[in-house]
């Protein structure tokens, strides 16, 4: 394992600014994950495509048991090199507060590589989101996509960096879980979408629960405050609205999507008709 103590390395200062610009993440096409957890992640997927560049490590980092099964794991892997710091390197590497003690830098997974990995089943299953600009709320509605089963979301041009630190924390490692297609024409996309493409509204006459969402349906999101463009709205098939009785006049993005989601996730596999045997046994 080779060892940097200086805070000057060449690679060491690349790494910072790596943390700090999306577009040399979108040039050197890498990106950093940073603590156990992204990195296990990282590596649960197919061990020929999700290989890091470099695994860093700290001084006390190498003192943790799954830090150490970390390295393990890595010390398989050629391609990828090893790199012990010293505490304070590491400290000037990591985004976070409380620095975890291991990073691995590694090239962002192309979206083809996330399709050899999955269920071809689900390819129906997606979400758009359109010029969302906070990284916490991209990151939560990555996470919460990929906990109803979604496939793929693609995104339009202005949205939040997806491969950034804080979205990639925010999604605690659901971006290995699916497919993310970045820059996308998101008009393009419905209009080549197999199936029926809902956006939300409170101005819809039908809410989401007179809806039925089973078989291809793919939902769309807007940013924060202003919503969908006008473009994407008129290229929608239909929009639902979800009844809030409470007196707030809307949802955040990541809380609407976690809604309509879940919904479809309820009327695919929990509707009326769905009778448990433990159910069926409590009523003779």
């Given at each position: 394992?080779?060892?940097?103590?200086?805070?000057?390395?060449?690679?060491?200062?690349?790494?910072?600014?790596?943390?700090?610009?999306?577009?040399?993440?979108?040039?050197?096409?890498?990106?950093?994950?940073?603590?156990?957890?992204?990195?296990?992640?990282?590596?649960?997927?197919?061990?020929?495509?999700?290989?890091?560049?470099?695994?860093?490590?700290?001084?006390?980092?190498?003192?943790?048991?799954?830090?150490?099964?970390?390295?393990?794991?890595?010390?398989?892997?050629?391609?990828?090199?090893?790199?012990?710091?010293?505490?304070?390197?590491?400290?000037?590497?990591?985004?976070?507060?409380?620095?975890?003690?291991?990073?691995?830098?590694?090239?962002?997974?192309?979206?083809?590589?996330?399709?050899?990995?999955?269920?071809?089943?689900?390819?129906?299953?997606?979400?758009?989101?359109?010029?969302?600009?906070?990284?916490?709320?991209?990151?939560?509605?990555?996470?919460?996509?990929?906990?109803?089963?979604?496939?793929?979301?693609?995104?339009?041009?202005?949205?939040?960096?997806?491969?950034?630190?804080?979205?990639?924390?925010?999604?605690?490692?659901?971006?290995?879980?699916?497919?993310?297609?970045?820059?996308?024409?998101?008009?393009?996309?419905?209009?080549?979408?197999?199936?029926?493409?809902?956006?939300?509204?409170?101005?819809?006459?039908?809410?989401l629960y007179q809806?039925?969402?089973?078989?291809?349906?793919?939902?769309?999101?807007?940013?924060?405050?202003?919503?969908?463009?006008?473009?994407?709205?008129?290229?929608?098939?239909?929009?639902?609205?979800?009844?809030?009785?409470?007196?707030?006049?809307?949802?955040?993005?990541?809380?609407?999507?976690?809604?309509?989601?879940?919904?479809?996730?309820?009327?695919?596999?929990?509707?009326?008709?769905?009778?448990?045997?433990?159910s069926k046994s409590?009523?003779?």
């Amino acid at each position: 394992m080779h060892r940097i103590s200086s805070r000057e390395h060449p690679l060491v200062k690349h790494l910072v600014k790596l943390q700090k610009s999306a577009q040399l993440r979108q040039q050197s096409n890498t990106t950093i994950l940073d603590g156990i957890h992204l990195i296990q992640s990282y590596l649960s997927g197919d061990t020929d495509l999700l290989t890091p560049l470099h695994l860093i490590v700290s001084e006390t980092g190498l003192k943790d048991k799954d830090i150490i099964s970390l390295v393990q794991a890595c010390q398989q892997r050629p391609e990828t090199k090893l790199l012990q710091v010293t505490d304070l390197v590491f400290e000037k590497i990591s985004a976070v507060k409380t620095p975890s003690g291991v990073l691995a830098h590694i090239a962002i997974p192309s979206y083809q590589q996330h399709r050899s990995q999955r269920n071809t089943t689900q390819s129906t299953h997606c979400v758009l989101i359109e010029a969302i600009q906070d990284p916490g709320n991209l990151g939560t509605m990555i996470r919460t996509a990929a906990a109803a089963g979604i496939a793929d979301i693609y995104l339009s041009e202005n949205c939040a960096d997806v491969w950034s630190p804080k979205t990639l924390r925010a999604a605690m490692g659901a971006h290995f879980f699916l497919a993310l297609h970045s820059h996308c024409d998101l008009i393009n996309v419905i209009n080549n979408f197999q199936g029926r493409v809902l956006a939300t509204s409170p101005y819809s006459k039908q809410t989401l629960y007179q809806t039925q969402l089973s078989g291809a349906v793919a939902f769309v999101f807007g940013n924060e405050g202003a919503g969908l463009s006008k473009e994407t709205l008129c290229a929608v098939d239909q929009t639902v609205a979800i009844p809030m009785p409470g007196k707030t006049e809307s949802l955040n993005a990541a809380t609407a999507l976690a809604v309509c989601l879940f919904e479809k996730v309820r009327q695919e596999h929990y509707s009326p008709q769905y009778v448990s045997e433990d159910s069926k046994s409590a009523k003779t």
